[in-house]
């Protein structure tokens, strides 16, 4: 057996473990919530129907896919809480992401342009408050935020207002909560993106006459699109399916889709219902995912 053959196997085995990673621990289960979304509700356990029994013979499984229906599919088109929680979910999930890129974009760039010594401090300062527990950080801003918090007493003590205000369950402490606990999933792979640039391209862009605002629209900032494309989706999809954040900090006049699962599941019991809102949220999760994938094939195509 030759070298390369010896050396060809592992090489092989190892392209095919994501795939096999994949399959187990995310199409397997999708398929799964599938099978319940096309399912129909029951008092019982588990709260659904039909439940495959292949000890049942094939009889009984062909009876059990004759029974699964889209019924559930039309049901999320048809109320409008389904459909304002999508919508919600989707508004929200946008005017955080636009924040957190205004925010998180002159954070990255003022920590690439720190000198190299610098850098991994700036680092640690980004990533180091978010060691500590998700759900201590949220019910911190909760006692920030509440009629006597921190926030009301040195608004008080400044005489820029005569009364509390009120920040708990508004959408304002919502957003704020989202930007805070989401920031570093922005600024990382910004920072990554424009630690990477050539300062000789921003020299020559200078040498050719370009004014450092020019030298960043025409050099700097179309070469952090990869960058700044990574961070809108790694805040943009767990936003959608937020529900802590908002379950905590926001009012319950409106609901995200998060929540509606969770009220679904847990309150109501209709997991097929659940399970079909899960489904068509994937699905929605898709298009930015098949959007940003077909942007960088042709990025290294134009390479």
Known sequence: ???????????????????????????????????????????????????????????????????????????????????????????????????????????????????ARWQSVAMMLVIVPFWTSFLIRIYAWINILQHDGLLNQILLALHLVSTPVVWLSTDSAMYLGIVYSYLPFMILPLYATLAKIDPALLEAANDLGSSPRQAFWLVTFPLSLPGVGAGVLLCFIPIVGEFVIPDLLAGSDSLMIGQTLWLEFFTNKDWPVASAAAVVLLLLLLAPLLLYDRLQRRQLEAR
């Not at 799964?32 to 129907?49: E, G, H, R």
């Open 1 to 115: 057996m030759s070298a390369r053959r010896i050396f060809a196997r592992p090489a092989r085995r190892a392209a095919i473990a994501p795939y096999v990673w994949m399959a187990l621990f995310f199409l397997v289960p999708f398929i799964f919530v599938v099978k319940i979304s096309l399912s129909q509700t029951a008092i019982a356990q588990p709260p659904y129907l039909p439940v495959f029994d292949l000890t049942s013979g094939a009889g009984a499984i062909k009876a059990a896919f004759a029974a699964l229906s889209l019924d559930n599919f039309r049901l999320l088109l048809s109320d409008d809480l389904y459909v304002f929680s999508y919508l919600r979910s989707l508004l929200v999930a946008v005017v955080s992401t636009s924040i957190l890129l205004l925010i998180g974009y002159p954070i990255a760039y003022g920590m690439a342009r720190l000198p």
